[in-house]
């Protein structure tokens, strides 16, 4: 099984761009599964039901988020009734919305995909190591197909992460921080790994945001509204094939591809 996860898709770039690049991708790669980080399609900060459905309407499978999963009020309904949204599986008990699926695939193959964050840095919710290894035992009765995306700030974590479930699941792939890092990797018991997979939006940007409005931010320090930057997107993600019989990465590739000129407004 191949799998395609995008990182963080930002806004109107972030959305025109993934449409731009995903028919080639997913032809090129021959793709089974698409998954997509989505916490920020809209505006730049959050999910709504119009931008999800744009995102489902250009193949992507399963949409994950992180910490800005709230921003929009409507996204806590939405995601109450949309199972392909997920929302981190360490979020207490009661909390609308589910952190993992099982897909099943064109060729009627199954993937289990979570969503789990990480606390460093970040809100402080239930220990993604053990609530994760929880629900894989769970997963495990169905598939040994399991793709996590972690979002979180902390590369130790991420790291730390990456090995604890390492041979427990098929990958491990970071969100949140926005900037691809260079270390993708097979781990010694056959989990594919990257710290993060980087970000789907505006190149000329500060992890997406008007450049300006961040530099008179760090100047000045004083708050202000954000907007998402224009000009040319980047398309940042990761291609990974896994053993259908039993579960093992067998590679994964990074990608970033740029060059569509999007204005945002």
């Not at 999800?52 to 994950?64: K, P």
């Not at 981190?88 to 008990?93: E, I, M, R, V």
């Not at 740029?258 to 204005?263: N, Q, S």
Request: charged share 20%.
């Amino acid at each position: 099984m191949r799998v395609l996860l995008i990182g963080d898709i930002v806004g109107k770039v972030g959305r025109t761009t993934l449409k731009f690049f995903l028919p080639n991708i997913m032809s090129r790669y021959k793709i089974d599964v698409v998954i997509a980080n989505g916490e920020n399609s809209a505006g730049g900060f959050g999910i709504t039901e119009k931008t999800a459905l744009e995102l489902f309407s250009y193949g992507v499978n399963v949409i994950t988020t992180g910490n800005h999963v709230w921003d929009k009020k409507e996204a806590v309904s939405y995601i109450a009734k949309e199972g392909r949204i997920l929302r981190p599986l360490n979020y207490p008990a009661g909390v609308p919305g589910s952190g993992s699926i099982i897909f099943t695939t064109n060729n009627k193959k199954q993937i289990a995909v979570l969503c789990v964050s990480g606390r460093v840095f970040m809100n402080t919710l239930e220990c993604p190591f053990r609530t994760t290894e929880s629900e894989i035992a769970k997963l495990k009765e169905y598939t040994d197909i399991i793709v996590i995306d972690f979002h979180a700030e902390a590369t130790s974590e991420k790291i730390a992460f990456g090995y604890y479930m390492d041979g427990k699941v098929s990958a491990v792939i970071g969100t949140h921080t926005h900037v691809q890092t260079a270390d993708e990797t097979i781990l010694p018991n056959g989990t594919a790994y990257i710290t993060d997979v980087g970000m789907t939006g505006p190149l000329n940007g500060v992890i997406g945001i008007d450049k300006e409005q961040i530099i008179q931010r760090f100047l000045t320090h004083l708050p202000r509204k954000y907007d998402v930057a224009g000009g040319t997107g980047i398309l940042s993600g990761v291609v990974f094939e896994i053993d259908d019989k039993n579960g093992k990465a067998i590679s994964i590739h990074r990608l970033q591809l740029k060059g569509k000129l999007v204005e945002e407004n």
